[in-house]
């Protein structure tokens, strides 16, 4: 039943093959439990959308994927 409140949505690459690390850094970032860990804004999410759709979106640390 309540799963979903208590923990982290599962990455997206478990489903769609296509997904990658960046990918599924944004969504996890984004469904974040913890809303300090989610994005600030719905501007700093399409930020990160956008440079991932151009390729200009750099592969994040283990470490800041974590604190950042």
Known sequence: GKM???????????YN????????????????KDPRRRYKSAHEFSEDIEKYRSG??????????LFC
Do not use: C, G, Q
């Open 17 to 32: 093959y296509s997904a990658d690390d960046l990918l599924d850094s944004i969504v996890l970032k984004a469904t974040a």
């Open 56 to 65: 200009n979106m750099k592969k994040k640390s283990f470490f800041e994927r």
């Open 4 to 14: 979903h409140i208590h923990e982290a949505m599962p990455k997206p690459s478990l």
